[in-house]
């Protein structure tokens, strides 16, 4: 329906860069009613035939280098994908469909918090954190593995997410115009004001898409589970966690866990960081019998894990997170000094919105799971919080 277009059409953001096409969202949004009635019935007609047109599969991608990383090697950039707005639009339209049932048949397992309606990270870690309250409060053992997946987006199997797409039991036209929409996509590289020629994309979701994150979650939702234990996934971020009041039970518990994980992720072709995938016991003993295994590789213990931007202590203290957010709320604050500095041309209502929009959030980022930290440690945010006010307002 045009009314249905029209709706997404009111949430583009206006300066998104625009794809391969040049068409931007400030284009878009002055569409004339005939314009949107023509795309209205492209768009009826691309889930009746379940085909995605071909010149809306190219993706335009940027590298950026990444900061203080030699500028010589490829893996030292970061690729920015700009993809057509024209197909972001049809792709609304779809993953409305998507989610709608999705959501009416309770499909996506309620361990994953990721690019879901009325969840968030600090829904998951306000989860896990009571989880580790509550054990230690009971003088029991909370163990944790927080895995770090390689390139997890962009390695993702098409035809086993395919396969998947249909075992969900989705009407056709809506399985087959997803199929269509992850085949035989492109891209092209855009480096100063020169595109590169066109490569296929074999494998992966398309990065900066609306469709990507939900067939992202659709791809793990089979990930094993074990009576002894319970995941915290956001996205990619997957924790396992279990607890007992023996360590060597909740050991025993994590490593049976890892053993079901590992066969589904060689079957899914997903690959794990061992080097950088953490264990931790929080507990306040503090010699620990093994080590756990996971492709033979040992995985050390640690007495503090950072997880979905908060730093969890094996005593889940919060000295740590909270010394962290103030390094980087100063850092921030550094670089915007001459915007809100004493002598800045900036009036106090726009330096204000500076400080709400890029300072104070660094500070009161899940906030609600750190809120019962001790009384010194909040001094410290507050004291930080004190002085950059004092500074915007220019008073001693």
């Known amino acids: 329906m ?5 709706s997404y059409i009111k949430r583009l953001r206006r300066k998104k860069s625009p794809g391969l096409n040049g068409i931007s969202n400030q284009m878009i949004k002055n569409f004339p009613p005939k314009t949107i009635c023509y795309f209205t019935k492209l768009a009826n007609c691309i889930l009746q035939w379940q085909h995605f047109p071909a010149c809306w599969k190219t993706a335009q991608i940027t590298p950026i280098l990444k900061p203080d990383i030699p500028a010589t090697a490829p893996e030292s950039y970061r690729p920015i994908s700009l993809l057509s707005s024209v197909s972001k639009l049809m792709e609304a339209i779809i993953l409305s469909r998507l989610n709608k049932y ?3 048949h309770e499909v996506i397992i309620p361990y994953q918090f990721g690019f879901r309606q009325k969840h968030s990270t600090t829904h998951q870690l306000y989860r896990v954190v009571e989880m ?3 054990g230690l409060q009971r003088s029991r053992v909370t163990g944790g593995q927080f895995l770090d997946i390689a390139k997890a987006f962009d390695r993702v199997w098409l035809d086993a997410l395919t396969y998947k797409l249909h075992n969900l039991g989705l009407p056709g036209y809506i399985t087959n115009t997803i199929k269509s929409y992850l ?15 066109s490569r296929p994309i074999r494998a992966g ?9 939900t067939l992202f979650n659709i791809y793990v939702n089979d990930i094993p589970t074990t009576p002894n234990t ?15 009041a023996f360590v060597g039970s909740a050991i025993q518990h994590l490593q049976e866990h890892i053993q079901a994980l590992e066969a589904w992720l060689v079957k899914c072709r997903i690959k794990v960081n061992v080097e950088k995938t953490y264990a931790i016991l929080f507990t306040t003993k503090k010699k620990f019998p093994v080590c756990l295994q996971m492709y033979g590789e040992s995985i050390p213990w640690v007495k503090q894990v950072p997880y979905l931007g908060v730093i969890l202590t094996k005593s889940l203290t919060w000295n740590p997170h909270i010394t962290n957010i103030i390094r980087k709320f100063r850092a921030s604050k550094a670089s915007l000094f001459p915007l809100i500095a004493r002598n800045s041309v900036l009036s106090i209502d726009n330096k204000f919105l500076i400080y709400k929009s890029m300072l104070r959030l660094i500070l009161s980022y899940a906030c609600p799971v750190w809120a019962y930290s001790c009384k010194s440690l909040r001094k410290r945010q507050q004291a930080a919080q004190n002085g950059e006010i004092r500074q915007i307002c220019n008073v001693p």
């Open 2 to 6: 045009p009314s249905e277009v029209c």
């Open 102 to 104: 999705l959501e009416e």
């Open 132 to 134: 580790i309250s509550d």
């Open 183 to 197: 085949t035989g996509r492109h891209f092209v590289v855009h480096v100063s004001g020169t595109l590169s020629t």
């Open 205 to 213: 979701v398309p990065q900066g898409s609306l469709l990507g994150p």
């Open 230 to 244: 319970t995941l915290a996934m956001y996205a990619d971020d997957t924790a396992i966690l279990t607890q007992s």
